[in-house]
């Protein structure tokens, strides 16, 4: 499909909405396709354009934005997550008769190497972990390393994600004790040429217990075609599908089954190689009578990691920023009281269903006013520059860095994209030719082409409301 085309496609389907039924005709891609858009100025809250604006449509990863501008709100940029070390009774002659415990508080970037200047100078969390619990005057553990988790949550991935996803890394399921990302890599030996068996050469971290079964194919080129499969809680996965021939260090990257436990399990061999010795086991559970907490770490500030939830589209961080809505940690309970948030700050909320905080369900639904409302909110917020600015250019960064490159409104729009499979939104702030700033939010669903053209009307449709305004 040539550039003219698309041009004449976004003019047909954007820009005269009384020849929107005449676009559906034209554009094959788009005959089975939901599409829905808003343009809203930003100052004042008027809608400018819009086509069913009030329907609800499947946000993909734009939904991030429901989650993140509600904490940003309620608890502010600098808020933080803290992880604490505690133990239950005393230190007798230096030795601890009693388990230590790692209490996590939900911190999505615990040990993330994202993070390297906060986890690990100058020393590593767990050198001051270990470090921590020696100048507790405790030379020796006669008790378990445990890793505190709300069971609850760590069983409960969401159940409306799809099998292809929960065993990668975008599928990570949110744990109170998180650890670097809840995410592992496998490196792969891709062979030589197409059709090759590929060999798992490298797992890392080393000490996960899963066992693998290799199924993947080298192939021309292609990129990541492999997925990993497995069912929560066993330590089988199926790893299937294509790399690109001529690799002996391709990465991958799977979801980890029991950060709690790997955390267990990295603070106990710390401890034993800083010379404390542990006779029991690393293990998870929770404390069953009062703890005394001997150390704390807190996150990153709030900001910092919604920054990255929007740049990078972390699915783990956003749903753990949902999770603050829970004081109990419970993700139903978490999604509900966001929608009761948002409500509260005046939006009507009907036909908003909430299935994570991420994005990653396809039973997510929200419509495109809501989501240009919570914009429109955050814009008049105390901390508008703040929310602007977490959010990536067009042109420039984050997963916005080619979207719209070439483009007369390339690093004109601060927003987030979204896509899951036949799903495509955008949504964010929009600076105009004429220097007003619209809000606008695109919203396309169950579209036939997988092609790429997507995104070229998308952009088109921007280009044009870029111009217009």
Not at 69 to 83: I, R
Not at 217 to 232: C, H, M, N, T
Not at 268 to 288: F, Q, R, W, Y
Not at 359 to 365: A, C, I, P
Request: with cysteine.
């Amino acid at each position: 499909m040539n550039t003219t085309r698309l041009l004449i496609i976004a003019s047909l389907l954007f820009t005269y909405t009384g020849t929107f039924s005449q676009a559906l005709d034209i554009v094959p891609e788009l005959q089975t396709a939901g599409v829905s858009y808003i343009v809203m100025d930003a100052r004042t809250g008027k809608t400018l354009d819009a086509h069913r604006e009030h329907v609800s449509m499947t946000p993909a990863s734009t939904m991030k934005i429901v989650a993140t501008a509600a904490a940003m709100d309620k608890f502010g940029p600098e808020h933080c997550f803290e992880t604490s070390l505690a133990i239950r009774k005393q230190t007798e002659d230096g030795v601890l008769h009693g388990d230590v415990y790692i209490l996590g508080g939900g911190d999505p970037a615990l040990g993330a190497i994202r993070f390297k200047n906060h986890y690990y100078t100058p020393f590593s969390f767990l050198k001051r972990w270990s470090d921590a619990i020696e100048e507790a005057g405790i030379q020796e553990i006669d008790g378990n390393i445990v890793g505190s988790e709300n069971q609850d949550l760590l069983n409960k991935i969401p159940r409306t994600w799809i099998w292809e996803d929960i065993a990668n890394y975008y599928g990570a399921s949110p744990s109170l004790l998180n650890i670097y990302e809840n995410t592992y890599q496998l490196s792969f030996d891709t062979g030589n040429k197409a059709g090759d068996a590929t060999k798992i050469n490298k797992i890392t971290p080393a000490d996960l217990e899963i066992e693998f079964q290799n199924e993947v194919k080298a192939a021309d080129g292609g990129g990541d075609q492999a997925y990993i499969f497995g069912i929560p809680g066993t330590k089988q996965r199926i790893v299937r599908g294509t790399l690109p021939a001529g690799y002996n260090k391709y990465i991958i990257k799977g979801a980890i089954p029991n950060p709690a436990l790997l955390a267990a399990k990295h603070l106990k061999d710390e401890l034993v190689k800083n010379g404390i010795n542990v006779s029991g086991n690393a293990t998870t559970g929770m404390p069953s009578s009062k703890t005394e907490t001997i150390h704390t770490l807190e996150s990153p500030p709030l900001q910092d990691l919604i920054k990255l939830t929007h740049y990078k589209s972390i699915n783990l961080y956003a749903n753990m920023i949902g999770l603050l809505f829970s004081e109990k940690r419970i993700m139903d309970e978490a999604l509900q009281n966001l929608i009761s948030y948002w409500n509260e700050k005046g939006l009507r909320t009907e036909g908003m269903a909430l299935e994570d905080a991420c994005g990653l369900s396809g039973f997510n639904q929200v419509s495109a006013y809501q989501m240009a409302y919570i914009l429109k909110y955050m814009s008049d917020s105390k901390y508008a520059d703040q929310f602007k600015k977490s959010l990536p250019v067009s042109g420039e960064s984050g997963t916005l860095k080619y979207f719209g490159r070439n483009y007369d409104f390339q690093s004109k729009f601060h927003g987030k994209s979204g896509s899951i499979k036949r799903v495509n939104c955008y949504a964010g702030y929009l600076e105009t030719k004429s220097g007003k700033e619209v809000i606008v939010v695109s919203m396309i669903n169950r579209y036939a082409d997988e092609s790429g053209n997507i995104r070229n009307i998308q952009e088109n449709f921007f280009e044009d409301v870029f111009s217009r305004y």
